[in-house]
């Protein structure tokens, strides 16, 4: 756990937590904790029981934001996506005047690159830097949105370059994935949305605003990914298509094949029989002629189906 003083987007680290519980008198404290932590925490800063609770359950746990009197809890995911599987981190905030604490069980990369924001913009207050921390999530979202959309881009070439088994798994993991995300996206949407409409004693009025335009951008992105759902419905027709054009390919080779045998079949099934007056049994070279013959009736009809087109 690490507390932090925040002045002007300036950082300074506090040994003793419990300095967290006077108001400075210019800018707010910010308390990075983990899990174990609420133990302490819980105590010091009344947190609500129904809270700590959810933080401290395994499992997962929709995005949403609850009123204290006290305090606000509230519960984002985070998203990150390494190219083969889409992991969702929650990131649970405690909001009051001049505290904020995150509390996390994994570490969340929006939090280590949220300080050149605070920096930046001189941030004073714990719900300016809710704002940043909240934007910088969604903008995540618009990142892994773009990837998943270039990977089915690219899967969708390979499947029509050469279609494998492996793409179908590929199609219906990554399918699965979107529709699980899906699920979250709607609830996180609702959440920015109250930060920007609801009237929040402990959000500023102008801030209100900003927090509108993150839901704005949350709103685009539950679009997105309902685009992103349709591409892998039109994905796995496309993959059901290919197998079965190779499979008519295939077909059609072998029905081809055995169109150009039938003749070399029928004039060995002649001189094969077991007669002795069979015209040219007799006659000198015989085999040879009817070799070369069968060769070239044999390459005759396959220029003639290339011609065609069937092979």
């Keep these: 756990m690490k507390t932090r003083w925040v002045q002007d987007g300036i950082f300074t680290l506090v040994d003793d937590v419990s300095i ?32 700590v609770e959810d933080c401290l359950s395994e499992e997962e746990q929709r ?26 981190r929650a990131l649970n905030i405690f909001l009051s005047k001049h505290v904020i604490i995150t509390v996390t069980r994994q570490k969340i990369n929006e939090i280590r690159a949220l300080k050149p924001f605070l920096w930046e913009e001189e941030v004073n207050s714990a719900d300016r830097f809710l704002y940043h921390l909240v934007d910088l999530v969604v903008d ?10 270039a990977k089915i ?17 590929e199609i219906i993991g990554l399918r699965s994935e979107i529709l699980w995300l899906k699920k979250v ?42 685009t992103l759902r349709d591409l ?3 994905l796995r027709e496309a993959y059901q298509s290919s197998v079965a054009n190779r499979a008519n390919d295939i077909m059609r080779v072998f029905t081809a094949l055995t169109t150009i045998f039938m003749p070399l079949t029928f004039i060995t099934g002649v001189f094969g029989m077991n007669f002795d007056n069979i015209l040219g049994l007799h006659v000198a070279h015989g085999d040879e002629i009817v070799l070369a013959f069968m060769g070239a009736l044999g390459i005759a009809m396959y220029v003639l189906f290339r011609k065609k087109e069937w092979l």
Excluded: C
Excluded at 21 to 31: A, N, S
Excluded at 140 to 149: C, F, H, S
């Design 20 to 51: 967290a519980l006077t108001p400075p008198t210019r800018g707010f404290y910010w308390i990075d904790a983990g899990i174990e932590d609420l133990e302490l925490l819980q105590p010091m800063f009344h947190l609500h029981d129904l809270a």
């Design 63 to 88: 995005p949403k934001i609850e009123i204290y009197d006290s305090h606000y809890f509230i519960v984002i995911n985070s998203i990150r996506f390494d190219d083969e599987e889409i992991f969702l």
């Design 140 to 149: 995540n979202y618009v990142a892994v949105g773009d990837r998943i959309e």
């Design 153 to 169: 881009e690219k899967l969708e070439e390979d499947i029509l370059m050469a279609t494998k088994k492996s793409h179908l798994n």
């Design 185 to 226: 996206l709607v609830p996180q949407r609702d959440v920015i949305g109250t930060l920007g409409k609801k009237e929040l004693r402990l959000i500023d009025h102008q801030l209100q605003k900003y927090f509108g335009d993150i839901y704005e951008n949350a709103v685009k992105i539950v679009d997105t990914f309902d």
């Design 232 to 234: 892998m419905g039109n």
